[in-house]
């Protein structure tokens, strides 16, 4: 139980990495294309 316990908080740390991303990239394109 702990091992996929442990891939779950993987998937979400990942997800939220991928979301932290996915944010920053948006506010720094519209500096990048002005």
Do not use: D, H, T, Y
């Not at 139980?1 to 740390?13: E, K, L, N, Q, Y």
């Not at 990942?14 to 932290?20: C, E, H, P, R, S």
């Amino acid at each position: 139980m702990s091992a996929r316990r442990w891939s779950a908080g993987r998937i979400v740390f990942l997800l939220v990495g991928v979301a932290l991303v996915v944010f920053g990239a948006a506010q720094i394109a519209p500096a990048l294309f002005q």
